[in-house]
């Protein structure tokens, strides 16, 4: 897949106006092999203006067996767990100027699939007849057996992903953004030399696996409509600029079992715990059925 290439706009310090068009989690590689120990393996950076209020992960008490952070103005997720073995994230499709008036939130997907009994493909298809009442957006799902994607800015539709180590930004999957192609290397390597699965959670440095602000050289930068100075700053694994940045990494395993490990660190803003958050869970099936359990 080809990199967008468009003439860099020579405009200065991009304002803020064109920040709110780059919301929710920006960077996730993931290593996905069905027949492995460990099904699923995520690292992810969620990037927002630090101002944005939202909740560090924890469980949430009015979604029993949803693990997940929480967007305080919108009321979804970027990314979560489910105690019944699923797992999904969102990232934005950077577009300036492009808006849907009265957007549904995009982090609603998220809660929507952790909290249904549908499998991947067919919710996925199912959420095809609201593609058009998102802003632009990529999605994964994962039912504990089977992993999707989609995106309402593809040429083709809701897919099934086989064996393999993806990465994700805010242009389709796999697009070769440099972060992108560092970030699946990165991973690649870490699970290559790696003895089995418990070593890589056993290693605290495992976490900060796209804790990387190097910027990308200019000749490798995609356009984005953004201008040249933004597309710099936006080319870190780990971003760092005043307002907006990297505010989270996170780490979420999912396991043959059924278990569930999950780890993340807060970067930003200030004054959040900057402890690391670990959390281990097994399956309960009970949450997703039609009347709450009282067990």
Not at 50 to 66: N, V
Not at 242 to 260: A, E, H
Request: glycine share 8%.
């Amino acid at each position: 897949m080809a990199i967008r290439h468009r003439p860099h706009s020579t405009s200065p310090y991009i304002a803020l106006p064109l920040y709110t068009t780059l919301p929710l989690m920006c960077l996730i590689a993931f290593s996905f092999d069905p027949d492995a120990d460990q099904k699923l393996l995520v690292f992810a950076n969620r990037d927002e203006f630090y101002e944005r209020e939202a909740s560090q992960a924890g469980f949430w008490p009015d979604q029993p067996g949803l693990l997940a952070g929480r967007d305080l103005v919108a009321g979804g997720t970027w990314l979560g767990v489910h105690s019944s073995g699923r797992f999904a994230a969102v990232t934005n499709f950077r577009e300036p100027g492009v808006e849907v008036q009265n957007a549904l939130s995009r982090g609603r997907m998220v809660t929507e699939f952790l909290t249904e009994k549908l499998d991947s493909n067919a919710f996925l298809s199912a959420l095809q007849d609201d593609f058009t009442r998102y802003n632009g957006f990529n999605l994964i799902v994962y039912d504990g057996e089977k992993l999707g994607y989609c995106s309402n800015r593809a040429p083709f539709g809701p897919q099934l992903l086989k064996k393999g180590i993806y990465g994700l930004s805010n242009d389709l999957l796999d697009s070769p953004w440099p972060k992108v192609t560092r970030a699946k290397q990165r991973l690649e390597n870490a699970v290559s030399s790696s003895p089995n699965a418990d070593s890589l959670w056993s290693d605290p440095s495992t976490l900060g696996l796209l804790g990387d602000p190097s910027k990308a050289p200019d000749n490798e930068l995609p356009d984005t409509g953004v201008g040249l100075e933004l597309e710099r700053t936006l080319s870190a694994m780990t971003i760092q600029s005043p307002n907006y940045g990297t505010r989270c990494m996170t780490m979420v395993g999912l396991w043959q079992n059924g278990s569930i490990r999950f780890a993340e660190k807060t970067l930003h803003p200030v004054g959040l715990d900057a402890a690391i958050l670990q959390f281990e869970i097994q399956p309960r099936m009970d949450h997703l059925d039609d009347e709450p359990s009282t067990k």
